[in-house]
């Protein structure tokens, strides 16, 4: 069981590059999300997606979108990077009837916008 | 609304002295708490969780965390720390009510001396 799969696990960018940061969960969960981390700070929630077709703004989600075509992957796309959007981003999922038992991490993605 | 306040940004003990991390939470519904570790480049490790059975709740690594519904606190703690333990720890609050959404403090260092 590969759990939450994120690529790639670094990556540097150009100021004004565009990225997707991949996450793939073969658990059949219900539930995604995109975190990310800054330095001293914990995770914030940049979109989540209840199911395939649906996703919603978390607290960050300004210069970030995501689709979620699948139940399996939940991309999440940087149109214009900026040297704000370095951080390290966190993939989760969960299973819709374990409520916050079922919470499964990726080992992350650290971006550096240069 | 939910929140989480970890009062110290970094905690020093010597090896083998009791490890204290202190949080305190505000939720308006029963919460779920956990605390999550992360050592030094590294994803995240569920640690422990409460969830409204037992208030005393044990770990894994020898951690347990009280919960003390008066004092809206959830307090790590270990009997005698050990280098490993050397790693970024996060309080994280959640309930039912806003959709088992994961709230996340700013996380507490905690720095092993020999």
């Known amino acids: 069981n590969a759990g939450v799969t994120q690529t790639p696990k670094f990556r540097i960018l150009k100021i004004g590059q565009s990225m997707t940061l991949q996450c793939t969960q073969d658990m059949n969960h219900n539930y995604m999300y995109w975190y990310r981390q800054d330095p001293g700070m914990g995770l914030k929630l940049i979109y989540y997606?209840?199911?395939?077709?649906?996703?919603d703004k978390g607290e960050v989600p300004n210069g970030y979108n995501v689709s979620r075509s699948t139940t399996e992957d939940f991309p999440l796309r940087l149109e214009l990077a900026a040297p704000s959007q370095t951080s390290v981003y966190f993939c989760?999922?969960?299973?819709?009837?374990?409520?916050?038992?079922?919470?499964?991490f990726g080992s992350g993605t650290r971006l550096t916008v240069v | 609304a939910q929140s989480v306040t970890q009062l110290d940004s970094h905690v020093s003990v010597s090896e083998g002295t009791p490890v204290l991390l202190r949080c305190n939470y505000s939720s308006s519904y029963s919460p779920s708490l956990f605390w999550y570790v992360q050592h030094p480049n590294k994803g995240l490790q569920l640690l422990l969780k409460y969830t409204s059975a037992a208030t005393l709740v044990k770990g894994i690594n020898g951690f347990e965390a009280e919960f003390k519904k008066s004092e809206t606190s959830f307090h790590l703690t270990k009997p005698s720390a050990h280098m490993s333990d050397a790693a970024e720890y996060f309080c994280?609050?959640?309930?039912?009510?806003?959709?088992?959404?994961?709230?996340w403090g700013a996380g507490t260092k905690l720095i092993i001396k020999p």
């Open positions: 989760a999922s969960r299973a819709a009837d374990r409520g916050d038992y079922g919470y499964t």
């Open positions: 997606s209840v199911g395939a077709g649906i996703t």
């Open positions: 994280v609050v959640s309930d039912a009510n806003s959709n088992y959404q994961l709230i």
